[in-house]
């Protein structure tokens, strides 16, 4: 059977290496999606941003916050610039493993908790 190829993306990177733009380009909607990546000065992942065909604005914007030891803390999601949910994420002072995490609505103020199980290791 003839494979078609529905979206083609094309992945740009820079000299580090580092993922800095991704372009997804739809065959069946001629519709064009770019996202680009920035890095923190510890490389970690800063944010994502999503545009819609040739627009100067992102349509969609992920940012991403760490605490010192690089444990992802924060995940803010925006949507045409205005906040849409907010991601708080606790870590076991013990293990440093993910405990929990609020998914915050700024919207409604709804808060949902997602706790995790303690994972047990042995010597």
């Known amino acids: 059977f003839p494979v ?10 820079n000299e580090d290496n580092y993922l800095i733009e991704e372009i997804e380009q739809s065959s069946t909607t001629a519709g ?7 890095y923190n000065e510890h490389g970690w992942l800063q944010s994502v941003k999503k545009f819609n065909g ?3 604005e992102p349509v969609e914007e992920k940012r991403f916050k760490y605490d010192t030891f690089g444990n992802l803390t924060n995940v803010y999601v925006y949507s045409f610039n205005i ?3 907010e991601k708080e994420l606790y870590y076991n002072e013990k293990t440093f493993i993910l405990s929990n995490m609020l998914v ?5 103020k709804r808060v949902k908790i997602l706790q995790f199980k303690d994972k ?4």
Do not use: M, Q, S
Not at 4 to 13: K, N
Not at 32 to 38: A, D, G, L, S, W
Not at 104 to 108: C, E, L, N, R, V
């Open 4 to 13: 078609t190829i529905y979206l083609e993306i094309t992945r740009v990177f």
């Open 83 to 85: 906040l849409k949910e």
């Open 120 to 123: 047990l290791f042995y010597n």
């Open 104 to 108: 915050i609505d700024p919207a409604t």
């Open 54 to 56: 040739k627009e100067g």
């Open 32 to 38: 064009i999606y770019r996202k680009t990546f920035e």
